[in-house]
């Protein structure tokens, strides 16, 4: 009998209650350009993900006013691959969403011959996109590089790749590319190894170092000083020499630390070299010095001599009498 009682009561407030308004529902689709899948957006707050073709399908309370935004500023759309949104355009019942596609990017080094070199000798590198961006990642560690961009062509949405210009690899104070000579584009590399082998400009490089007077080998250490400033010290063999094997690009400061003048000499290597030093041994300086020595002797000797002949001579010898 009380189970009755309410449920009337119930209905009887049910029917007196004044009926609520009907919330109207616009239905849009959202569409990701380039089409990609798995881009989880909201869209007026709920959140929604794009399927296979870069669509999704959201209610709105008016198809005319849309707030589109990502839960997170980029959005994992595949191994190594983010995209965050470039722009939204208002199409009414369907809504474009221009997507930026930025890729994970390594680097490995190598000499035009192949040798590597190791990604922590590396002081810097600089990057320069088609789109005029600048990037200067740690050469050690992956960077993302936006690999596409949408452009609008004819009327339309096109996604469109950039391409990536190695401008500047710096090793101990030098530059060892030439700027702008390596091209890579992130989105056509493939998605399991996304990683730019960088060549450098390395020149073998053989010094002999001859004794200036004798041409023979002179002992002792070859003190090179690297563009950077900063210097490093070899020992020369039995016979005077050294293989410096290869050394970055650059202008270098090349002197002998041996029984004798150390004087730098200037050496600018862009090719392979071997080349030959000359040392002034102590020796050399001594019979130089007496060459010298001797050279102002018999300047005086002569000299002296004149003056004895001159004086020697009659006084008015060689006048004509009156």
Not at 75 to 100: C, M, Q, S, Y
Request: charged residues 25%; glycine residues 10%; aromatic residues 8%.
């Amino acid at each position: 009998m009380t189970t009755r009682l309410v449920v009337l009561m119930l209905a009887v407030g049910a029917m007196l209650l004044p009926a609520a308004p009907a919330l109207a529902v616009d239905t849009i689709t959202v569409r990701t350009v380039p089409a990609t899948e798995g881009v989880a957006l909201l869209v007026d707050g709920v959140r929604v993900v794009t399927d296979g073709a870069g669509r999704a399908l959201a209610f709105v309370e008016d198809a005319d006013d849309v707030e589109i935004r990502q839960p997170k500023k980029y959005a994992k759309v595949g191994p190594g691959v983010r995209a965050k949104i470039g722009g939204v355009d208002d199409g009414g019942a369907t809504w474009t969403v221009r997507l930026e596609l930025e890729y994970s990017v390594r680097f490995t080094f190598a000499t035009v011959d192949g040798e590597k070199i190791r990604n922590d000798a590396i002081e810097r590198i600089d990057l320069r996109s088609s789109t005029g961006r600048v990037q200067s990642p740690k050469p050690s560690k992956a960077v993302w590089l936006q690999g596409l961009r949408v452009a609008r062509l004819n009327g339309g949405l096109t996604a469109k790749d950039i391409w990536w210009n190695i401008d500047d690899v710096r090793v101990r104070g030098t530059t060892v590319v030439n700027r702008s000579q390596q091209r890579f584009e992130p989105a056509n590399m493939p998605a399991g190894n996304r990683s730019v082998a960088v060549e450098l400009l390395y020149f073998d490089a053989s010094v002999r170092v001859r004794d200036a007077f004798f041409g023979s080998p002179v002992g002792g250490e070859l003190v090179v000083e690297h563009p950077d400033g900063s210097t490093e010290r070899h020992a020369l063999d039995a016979d005077g020499s050294i293989d410096l094997g290869d050394v970055p690009r650059g202008q270098y400061q090349m002197a002998v630390d041996g029984w004798g003048l150390q004087i730098p000499r200037p050496m600018t290597i862009t090719r392979d070299v071997d080349d030959e030093l000359r040392f002034y041994s102590w020796l050399d300086v001594g019979l130089f010095a007496a060459f010298v020595a001797l050279f102002l002797y018999g300047l005086v000797a002569i000299g002296t001599k004149r003056r004895r002949a001159d004086d020697a001579a009659p006084r008015g010898a060689g006048k004509t009498p009156a």
